[in-house]
């Protein structure tokens, strides 16, 4: 049972970390808006985190993760995605003369799903630990 628990908690951790990660990506964006030759950059958000959860054998929330019972079965294959250290450059919708690629609109909307997304992810970790607790002092 603490197994589950732990695990559970480890998602929300890991989903927490790759926000914060890509928070610092994005706002390193708008920092640089008007440096010259500049590149934006992104993180490939699911993808990460699917890899990220997969390296540590976590499963996400309603996930199953297959095990193998027996030396005959056959493993699943999957690619693998790109890691977190390797945030992906944004092809701009239309460049500037400077070379630079950041596109305020675009980053001001995705800083604000990420951190909207970031929210959220902390209000269900609450509600999940308080459901524990109760649980627990049941």
Do not use: C, W
């Not at 951790?13 to 994005?26: C, F, G, M, P």
């Not at 027996?70 to 699943?76: D, E, K, L, T, V």
């Not at 690619?79 to 003369?97: A, E, K, M, N």
């Amino acid at each position: 049972m603490m197994d589950r628990i732990v695990a559970e908690l480890d998602f929300h951790k890991a989903a927490l970390a790759l926000r914060e990660q890509r928070q610092a990506v994005l706002a390193s964006n708008i920092a640089n808006a008007d440096t010259p030759h500049y590149k934006a950059r992104d993180l490939d958000f699911a993808a990460t985190l699917e890899r990220v959860t997969a390296d540590a054998g976590l499963a996400g929330p309603g996930r199953v993760t297959l095990q193998l019972t027996s030396a005959r079965h056959i493993p699943g294959q999957a690619q693998r995605p790109v890691g977190v250290d390797d945030p992906l450059f944004r092809i701009p919708f239309q460049p500037s003369l400077d070379g630079n690629t950041v596109e305020m609109d675009v980053e001001r909307v995705e800083f604000a799903d990420n951190t909207l997304r970031s929210q959220t992810e902390l209000q269900v970790l609450s509600q999940r630990l308080k459901t524990l607790l109760g649980a627990i002092q049941s």
